[in-house]
């Protein structure tokens, strides 16, 4: 059966390009008579707003979605995400970082000739590790690329499908382009990645349609699907909406948000024939 979601993060108010999205998904569903999911991601307190998420339901029944329910928001499931991390941990996976994001792009700077375009860590040595601990030092755990290469034999085996031009193509993960990336904050206790991964597989989402800004985001989703033992799904990355400065839209465009529109009296079904639905 065919599942797909649409999973915005309540940091602001909707506007056209997540329309865009939301109905790509549920047409896609549709045309498959498979199921179509609501998911609010939520995980990081520091810039979701209760506000928002309740403007999402308003603003996708307005133009005329409807999904299933329960909805899955992340906040409500930590302990699915945290279990993860210690089981990447326990691997051997994850390594502690202690640099400020000043300190990366520094050290990301300083690398001769450009050889680092994204970050990659280690370990602090034991005991400088036990110090800044002791201290109360703040720090991220960080996936090791390094680790995650020799626990896998290489990244070769790592493919997903693609199917966003509308022909399905095998494309090969390259997790080395987002460098040892992020799963876990001092304030935000874990990082979308390693979220997104999990939630699709515990819903049995078997296409991921979402907007191609998410298409690198892929490669170290893949890894992590390996590294989890979790399963693939089948990728439809979908073009961007612009406006006509030829600007894809943003959260901080307010002139396009769903509700502005609303109140300008543009109806639904304008809408949804203006992005090419219907
Ligand atoms: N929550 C992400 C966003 O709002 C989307 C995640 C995804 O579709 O994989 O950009």
Same mark, same amino acid.
């Given at each position: 059966?065919?599942?797909?979601?649409?999973?915005?993060?309540?940091?602001?108010? !909707?506007?056209? &390009?997540?329309? /865009?999205?939301?109905?790509?998904?549920?047409? +896609? %569903?549709?045309?498959?008579? $498979?199921? *179509?999911?609501?998911?609010?991601?939520?995980?990081?307190?520091?810039?979701?707003?209760?506000?928002?998420?309740?403007?999402?339901?308003?603003?996708?029944?307005?133009?005329?979605?409807?999904?299933?329910?329960?909805?899955?928001?992340?906040?409500?499931?930590?302990?699915?995400?945290?279990?993860?991390?210690?089981?990447?941990?326990?691997?051997?996976?994850?390594?502690?970082?202690?640099?400020?994001?000043?300190?990366?792009?520094?050290?990301?700077?300083?690398?001769?000739?450009?050889?680092?375009?994204?970050?990659?860590?280690?370990?602090?040595?034991?005991?400088?590790?036990?110090?800044? !601990?002791?201290? &109360?030092?703040? /720090?991220?755990?960080?996936?090791?690329?390094? +680790? %995650?290469?020799?626990?896998? $034999?290489? *990244?070769?085996?790592?493919?997903?499908?693609?199917?966003?031009?509308?022909?399905?193509?095998?494309?090969?993960?390259?997790?080395?382009?987002?460098?040892?990336?992020?799963?876990?904050?001092?304030?935000?206790?874990?990082?979308?990645?390693?979220?997104?991964?999990?939630?699709?597989a515990l819903q049995g989402v078997t296409h991921v349609i979402r907007g191609e800004d998410l298409a690198e985001a892929t490669h170290v989703q893949r890894l992590l699907q390996a590294l989890l033992g979790l399963p693939t799904p089948i990728?439809?990355?979908?073009?961007?909406?612009?406006?006509?400065?030829?600007?894809?839209?943003?959260?901080?465009?307010?002139?396009?948000?769903?509700?502005?529109?609303?109140?300008?009296?543009?109806?639904?079904?304008?809408?949804?024939?203006?992005?090419?639905?219907?």
């Amino acid at each position: 059966m065919f599942v797909t979601r649409f999973a915005p993060s309540p940091t602001g108010y !909707l506007h056209k &390009g997540h329309a /865009f999205s939301a109905l790509t998904a549920f047409t +896609a %569903a549709r045309a498959e008579a $498979g199921r *179509f999911l609501l998911r609010i991601e939520d995980i990081d307190a520091t810039r979701c707003r209760p506000a928002y998420e309740a403007a999402i339901g308003e603003d996708l029944t307005w133009l005329g979605l409807s999904w299933e329910a329960p909805v899955r928001r992340q906040s409500e499931h930590l302990d699915d995400y945290h279990g993860a991390l210690a089981r990447l941990e326990a691997d051997g996976l994850l390594y502690r970082c202690f640099r400020t994001r000043r300190e990366v792009a520094d050290e990301i700077a300083r690398a001769p000739h450009g050889a680092m375009e994204v970050f990659r860590g280690a370990p602090l040595r034991p005991e400088e590790e036990a110090r800044r !601990l002791a201290e &109360g030092a703040p /720090f991220a755990w960080r996936l090791s690329l390094e +680790a %995650a290469e020799r626990r896998l $034999g290489g *990244f070769k085996a790592l493919t997903f499908i693609e199917e966003g031009s509308g022909v399905a193509r095998t494309v090969q993960a390259r997790p080395q382009l987002g460098g040892d990336v992020v799963l876990a904050r001092k304030d935000v206790g874990v990082a979308y990645h390693l979220a997104v991964v999990l939630d699709d597989a515990l819903q049995g989402v078997t296409h991921v349609i979402r907007g191609e800004d998410l298409a690198e985001a892929t490669h170290v989703q893949r890894l992590l699907q390996a590294l989890l033992g979790l399963p693939t799904p089948i990728y439809r990355h979908h073009r961007l909406l612009t406006g006509s400065d030829g600007r894809r839209f943003a959260k901080r465009d307010k002139a396009e948000t769903l509700r502005e529109l609303r109140a300008r009296g543009i109806t639904p079904a304008a809408l949804r024939q203006e992005l090419g639905f219907d």
